[in-house]
Nanobody, 124 residues
Framework: QVRLIESGGGFVRGGDSLRLSCVASGRTFSNYALAWFRQAPGQEREFVATISGDKNSTMYADFALGRFIISRENDRNMMYTIWLQMNSLNAEDTATYYC??????????????WGQGTQVTVSS
C-alpha cells in the first residue's frame, strides 16, 4: 500500500523557520519526483518545490526561491523521505502542505500519489 505521510507542521511566528518531512513507502519511488504543494483556505492548491528521483534537479515556485529548500533521501528499503526547510516564514505561508510523488513538474495533475497534508500556521 502506497503511503505518503507528512509531519513537522505547526504554529510559528513570522520570521521563524520550520522543517517539514514526508515519508513515502509502499513502492519504489526512485524514478519519481517528490514534491511539496500547499493550499490555503479558499485558494487552489499551488506548487512549492519538487526534486527529481536522482536528486540532481530541483524546481521552486518563485515565492519559495531563496527561502525554502527541498531535499530527499532514497533508502534501499523502499522508504523515501523528503524535507522542506522553510525559512523567513510569513503569514502568507499559512497553508496545508502536501507531499506528492509523480513526474518532475509544477502541475499537480502530474503527481499520482498524495499525502494527507500537514498544517502550517504563521502568525504575523
Amino acid at each position: 500500500q502506497v503511503r505518503l505521510i507528512e509531519s513537522g507542521g505547526g504554529f510559528v511566528r513570522g520570521g521563524d523557520s520550520l522543517r517539514l518531512s514526508c515519508v513515502a513507502s509502499g513502492r519504489t519511488f526512485s524514478n519519481y519526483a517528490l514534491a511539496w504543494f500547499r493550499q490555503a483556505p479558499g485558494q487552489e492548491r499551488e506548487f512549492v518545490a519538487t526534486i527529481s528521483g536522482d536528486k540532481n534537479s530541483t524546481m521552486y515556485a518563485d515565492f519559495a526561491l531563496g527561502r525554502f529548500i527541498i531535499s530527499r533521501e532514497n533508502d534501499r528499503n523502499m522508504m523515501y523521505t523528503i524535507w522542506l526547510q522553510m525559512n523567513s516564514l510569513n503569514a502568507e505561508d499559512t497553508a496545508t502542505y502536501y507531499c506528492a510523488a509523480g513526474n518532475f513538474d509544477e502541475s499537480a495533475n502530474r503527481y499520482k500519489y498524495w499525502g494527507q497534508g500537514t498544517q502550517v500556521t504563521v502568525s504575523s
